[in-house]
Structure formats: C-alpha cells, structure tokens
C-alpha cells in the first residue's frame, strides 16, 4: 500500500488549504484514513480520522476548522483546513489502516501505512 499527500504550501492565517492522499495497492474501502502533523521538535499528533463507513473524529484544536473526507472510487482523502493558524504549521501526514467498519485509531502506532507528509507553513 501506498499513500501520495499533496497540497500543502505557505498561506495567512486566516487562510485555507486542502490536503490531497491518493492510494495505491490494498482495499480502500476496508482502510480507516487519518491526517496527522508533526510540528519541528515536537512529536506527530492526531488530526482527525474517517472510518470506512465515514464517520469522523477529530482533535479538538481542528474541531470545527478541518474537515476530512473520503472518495472510495478515486481511492482519494482529503483535509480541507480553513481558518488557519500559525500553530497549525507542520507536516501533514496521511495514513491507512485496514479495520473492522466503525472503528477509528487516533495514535500514529495504530497505523500501518503512511504518506511521505506535505509541508504547511501558515504566517501571522
């Protein structure tokens, strides 16, 4: 299996982006798809999660500002961010887990393929 992520870049806070993963190889309908980010120094943190029946959960600092969604045909996830802030500044990772169809993991350690991260730098 392999995850691709895309669209990230330089915006204002205040400002938008939305983040592409294509997949490769697997069953993407039986894959739990998460977004993670780690900023420089710290360590990767949870953004959110879709299951593959598409329920979500996300971290309460994205609560209400990203959205995830899934495209089971083009095999496709995304992150739209909106009201960006300088502290959501890191790279973003996707990832994919093959579960049972509610369940949604939320550590790194819970995931079994990753993307190689996009860069999202948001200025004040």
């Known amino acids: 299996v392999q995850l691709q992520a895309s669209g990230g870049g330089l915006v204002q806070a205040g400002g938008s982006l939305r983040l592409s993963c294509a997949t490769s190889g697997g069953t993407f309908s039986r894959f739990a798809l998460g977004w993670f980010r780690q900023a420089p120094g710290k360590e990767r943190e949870f953004v959110t999660v879709?299951?593959?029946?598409?329920?979500?959960y996300s971290a309460d600092s994205v609560k209400g500002r990203f959205t995830i969604s899934r495209d089971n045909d083009k095999k496709m996830v995304y992150l739209q961010m909106n009201s960006l802030k300088p502290g959501d500044t890191a790279v973003y990772y996707c990832a994919a887990k093959s579960v049972i169809l509610t369940f949604t993991p939320t550590t790194p350690e819970q995931y079994n393929y990753w993307g190689q991260g996009t860069k999202v730098t948001v200025s004040s």
């Open positions: 879709i299951s593959r029946s598409g329920n979500t």
